[in-house]
């Protein structure tokens, strides 16, 4: 008899606990999730629901005119290339849309070469033993504690020498050897034996063939975490865009909705769609690479 009560007790402690935890964790959704509600209804608004001083919590007249503005207030060339003296432009489109285009290039770009770069360099510092490895790997970390913008004059001198200032490539090339994704990849791949490493060299496998075909699909989650770190770092990076970047045919989609903004008035509206439209690659990637992402947390977690 007791027995059976404590396991009745048990279970309903079990019970309360669920439904204490599902209550906590609905409340920290909608926290996160609401600024994103009130920014998707807000670019359907009209103007004097978005500044009404009653919030209005569902359009009551959804209507297109804040993506309308959005597209139709600057125009770009899709494209521009430069060969030698051949200046080849696309056809004129919405600036909304090239800086869209503009900001999915520059991350995607950033995401590709810095996953890249910090799998081959975390790869090295994990498995290699060379001299200054250890002064290498200290660098490093001490880097990723130096904000960036103690760099920035070195890095805009560098771009300009490199005739790179003012484009896109302005942005992308500095964030490729990010320190932190070197050391999380390098985490990573010490959890891995030594062992398959050196039986593939008794196998007469090269470098090149050990990284690819044994070492990196067991450190894809690493790189999976470090693809979406690196993505959303370089898509809100609106500092080291506003520095480099200057024409309005090169703008990202965050610097292009700046310039919109009047002098002595807001328009909200316009802001919210531009809002709406630069969060939905975020969220594209983000449902991508979620597998990855999660796993990639939960195994660091269980080395740590």
């Given at each position: 008899m007791k027995k059976q009560n404590r396991l009745d007790i048990n279970r309903t402690k079990t019970k309360v606990y669920y439904v204490i935890s599902f209550i906590l964790v609905a409340l920290i959704a909608f926290t996160f999730l609401f600024p994103l509600y009130w920014i998707i209804t807000g670019s359907f608004k009209v103007k004097s629901?978005?500044?009404?001083?009653t919030p209005v919590w569902v359009p009551t007249e959804w209507v297109m005119t804040?993506?309308?503005n959005l597209m139709s207030k600057r125009t770009a060339p899709l494209f521009d290339l430069t060969l030698?003296?051949?200046?080849i432009t696309g056809p004129t489109v919405p600036g909304a849309f090239r800086w869209l285009l503009n900001t999915v290039f520059m991350s995607t770009m950033s995401m590709l070469l810095t996953c890249l770069t910090a799998a081959m360099a975390g790869y090295a510092l994990a498995k290699k033993r060379f001299y200054g490895r250890g002064i290498l790997f200290s660098l490093i970390v001490c880097a990723m504690a130096l904000p960036k913008q103690v760099i920035l004059i070195p890095l805009?001198?560098?771009?300009s020498a490199l005739g790179l200032y003012d484009t896109i490539w302005a942005v992308i090339v500095p964030i490729v050897g990010w320190p932190f994704g070197v050391f999380l990849i390098k985490q990573f791949a010490e959890g891995i034996p030594t062992e398959m490493v050196e039986a593939c060299r008794i196998d007469g496998a090269s470098e090149w063939r050990t990284f690819t075909d044994v070492m990196f699909p067991m450190i894809k989650p690493g790189v999976g975490a470090c693809a979406i770190f690196t993505f959303i770092n370089s898509w809100n990076d609106y500092f080291?865009?506003?520095i480099m970047l200057m024409s309005t045919k090169e703008l990202t989609?965050?610097?292009?909705i700046a310039t919109m903004q009047g002098e002595n008035s807001t328009d909200f509206g316009l802001l919210m769609a531009?809002?709406?439209l630069a969060s939905v690659p975020i969220i594209i990637v983000f449902l991508i690479f979620q597998k990855y992402f999660t796993k990639g947390i939960t195994m660091g977690a269980v080395k740590g």
């Open positions: 629901e978005i500044l009404s001083a804040n993506y309308e030698g003296s051949l200046v805009l001198r560098e771009m080291m865009q506003l989609i965050s610097l292009g531009g809002s709406a």
